[in-house]
């Protein structure tokens, strides 16, 4: 008996393991039982007809095999790597395992096939690798009274890999008033809380930039605070800008 299966496989794909049962005796083998069992890193998919599924394990009853001849099973995972894994790290390994049993004189084989699981998460950039940079500023100040302001913020990627894809949120000052609609407009509002949601990757050289207006009770001072972050950064870029609302 052989089990034989790919060396490596990345993360998500599926690994087709084949097991081959060979009479190599002169007269006919009886009946037997194989037990297939794998590590966890393994997520069974399907496998050849008349298993029974157990915890981690699958089973089938083997025909008796004419001399000579041979039996064939089938079962496919999927290859899961390890938490906190990413494409630069060694990767996960993982084995599965056939024991055939029910043979003359209690007699049992085994085999064993291993591969390696390779993620395919990319390891978050820290803010110095990432190259990314953002600024908020106010075009208006100070302001006139009746009149709002419009701040603009811009993140630009000064890095040579692109970015990939950016959530930015800015926070306007608890009394201000949002005026107008923000470009881009594809946002979420939710009090003084503006998020732009899934920015595109930028590009290295490639810049985005996003504006609203806000007003403010006269004669008080408002901060606003752009914050934006990525799965593939290793922190968040922050910016702020001051603005006075004039008297009467």
């Known amino acids: 008996m052989s089990i034989t299966g790919p060396e490596a496989v990345a993360a998500g794909e599926v690994a087709e393991f084949v097991v081959v049962i060979k009479n190599i005796g002169v007269t006919a083998a009886d009946q ?6 794998w590590d966890v ?3 069974p998919l399907e496998a050849s007809d008349g298993y029974t599924l157990g915890r981690g394990n699958a089973t089938w009853s083997i025909p008796a095999i004419a001399a000579g001849d041979e039996v064939r099973r089938q079962i496919n995972f999927r ?3 390890a938490a906190g894994s990413f494409v630069d790290s060694p990767g996960t390994r993982a084995c599965v395992r056939t024991v055939l049993s029910g043979l003359p004189g209690g007699n049992m084989v085994a085999d064993e096939a291993c591969l ?5 998460s990319v390891r978050p950039q820290s803010l110095h690798e990432a190259g990314l940079r953002i600024s908020l500023a106010d075009l208006d100040d ?10 603009v913020c811009t993140i630009v990627n000064d890095g040579d890999r692109p970015s990939g894809v950016l959530d930015l949120l800015i926070e306007l000052p608890d009394q201000a008033r949002l005026v107008g609609n923000p470009i881009p407009s594809r946002v979420r509002i939710d ?5 732009f ?13 996003f504006e609203l207006v806000y007003r403010m009770p006269a004669g008080e001072q408002g901060q606003a605070t752009a914050t934006a972050s990525g ?5 968040v870029l922050e910016a702020s800008c001051q603005t006075t609302f004039l008297e009467p």
């Open 142 to 151: 100070p302001v006139r009274l009746g009149s709002g302001t419009t701040i």
């Open 231 to 235: 799965k593939d950064l290793d922190g």
């Open 79 to 81: 290859g899961v790597a």
């Open 32 to 37: 037997a039982s194989l037990e297939v069992n």
């Open 41 to 43: 890193p393994l997520t």
């Open 191 to 195: 009090g003084t809380r503006i998020s």
């Open 197 to 209: 949601d899934g920015i595109a990757s930028l590009p290295p050289g490639g810049r985005s930039t």
């Open 116 to 120: 390696v699981i390779r993620s395919q």
